[in-house]
């Protein structure tokens, strides 16, 4: 395994090196921007594994369930990579801090925390969240560390954000989540009927349907981003993150304009989702991302 790490941003006091795994669905400017390094999950197609965005991306994931090919899967980074990422890390950084996806999706959490027991200075974090939810409070965690906070300190804030990320996504097809055994055949005949399309937010660190709305893609898209916004006074207006998969022609700018209708962010960002919401969501996925006071 070979990992390639830097020391940029380097503040007065303790240098500390801030990583994810690839759940967190950030940009590759943002972590450029952030020097943030990411640890991949495996994704399974066909009973081989690939690394998340290095060998396998999620149009390549699209492309085989398209022609046919059962649903790909992931599974977590196990507890000896860790270990070889952290050792790695460790050797060019006083302090590591790890943030994962929720400990309710996956063994990351785990898996990273005892891989932290063997050496000093790496701090793991539980998101509590998935996709740039997750994201949200890496870049938090990459600001406190550009800013000279203590690790322990930037720990400490870190797991008081987590209760207060809004993450939740519109599934335009339940044919996914139909495949892969999260709703039944009929529930998705239905929904395919009558032109539902759920609402999926994380709660408490685990998924649930909360919401459901009706007609077109575009139509829903306007009223989920309308209800989760609208007479809000309790935006954290820094930035709000677009994040999907592959969606027609015209649906960003339409989130864009809705979104700018009823709050006024400093900073709207798209993303794509990375292999492990394309693997159980699928194409015409997209949620809005923010952080709330």
Same mark, same amino acid.
Request: with cysteine; charged share 25%.
């Given at each position: 395994?070979?990992?390639?790490?830097?020391?940029?941003?380097?503040?007065?006091? =303790?240098?500390?090196?801030?990583? %994810?795994?690839?759940?967190? $669905?950030? !940009?590759? /400017?943002?972590?450029?921007? #952030?020097?943030?390094?990411?640890?991949?999950?495996?994704?399974?197609?066909?009973?081989?594994?690939?690394?998340?965005?290095?060998?396998?991306?999620?149009?390549?994931?699209?492309?085989?369930?398209?022609?046919?090919?059962?649903?790909?899967?992931?599974?977590?980074?196990?507890?000896?990579?860790?270990?070889?990422?952290?050792?790695? =890390?460790?050797?060019?950084?006083? %302090?590591?801090?790890?943030? $994962?996806? !929720?400990? /309710?999706?996956?063994?990351? #959490?785990?898996?990273?925390?005892?891989?932290?027991?063997?050496?000093?200075?790496?701090?793991?974090?539980?998101?509590?969240?998935?996709?740039?939810?997750?994201?949200?409070?890496?870049?938090?965690?990459?600001?406190?560390?550009?800013?000279?906070?203590?690790?322990?300190?930037?720990?400490?804030?870190?797991?008081?954000?987590?209760?207060?990320?809004?993450?939740?996504?519109?599934?335009?097809?339940? $044919?996914?989540?139909?495949?892969?055994?999260?709703?039944?055949?009929?529930?998705?005949?239905?929904?395919?009927?009558?032109?539902?399309?759920?609402?999926?937010?994380?709660?408490?660190?685990?998924?649930?349907?909360?919401?459901?709305?009706?007609?077109?893609?575009?139509?829903?898209?306007?009223?989920?981003?309308?209800?989760?916004?609208?007479?809000?006074?309790?935006?954290?207006?820094?930035?709000?993150?677009?994040?999907?998969?592959?969606?027609?022609?015209?649906?960003?700018?339409?989130?864009?304009?809705?979104?700018?209708?009823?709050?006024?962010?400093?900073?709207?960002?798209?993303?794509?989702?990375?292999?492990?919401?394309?693997?159980?969501?699928?194409?015409?996925?997209?949620?809005?991302?923010?952080?709330?006071?």
């Amino acid at each position: 395994m070979n990992v390639t790490l830097s020391r940029k941003g380097v503040v007065k006091g =303790m240098s500390i090196k801030i990583s %994810a795994d690839s759940t967190c $669905d950030l !940009s590759p /400017e943002l972590l450029k921007q #952030y020097d943030i390094f990411i640890v991949p999950l495996s994704v399974i197609m066909d009973g081989k594994e690939y690394k998340d965005s290095i060998e396998i991306q999620p149009d390549e994931i699209f492309s085989h369930v398209a022609a046919g090919g059962e649903l790909c899967t992931t599974s977590a980074v196990n507890v000896s990579d860790y270990i070889e990422y952290f050792t790695e =890390m460790r050797k060019s950084y006083d %302090a590591v801090i790890h943030i $994962d996806i !929720s400990s /309710e999706f996956s063994a990351c #959490y785990q898996n990273a925390c005892t891989a932290a027991q063997e050496l000093d200075h790496v701090y793991v974090v539980d998101s509590r969240n998935l996709s740039s939810g997750h994201g949200h409070v890496v870049v938090e965690a990459a600001k406190m560390a550009q800013a000279g906070m203590d690790p322990a300190e930037i720990v400490a804030q870190l797991n008081e954000l987590t209760a207060r990320i809004d993450a939740s996504f519109i599934v335009d097809h339940l $044919d996914y989540l139909k495949k892969g055994g999260r709703c039944s055949a009929a529930a998705a005949f239905g929904a395919n009927l009558f032109n539902i399309k759920p609402c999926i937010a994380v709660i408490d660190g685990k998924m649930d349907v909360v919401k459901k709305f009706r007609g077109s893609f575009e139509k829903c898209l306007r009223e989920y981003i309308r209800t989760s916004l609208e007479g809000r006074d309790d935006l954290v207006l820094e930035r709000i993150f677009i994040t999907h998969t592959p969606v027609d022609d015209g649906i960003i700018p339409l989130v864009r304009e809705e979104i700018a209708k009823y709050a006024k962010f400093d900073q709207v960002i798209e993303t794509t989702a990375g292999c492990t919401v394309s693997c159980h969501c699928g194409p015409h996925t997209l949620g809005i991302l923010f952080i709330r006071k």
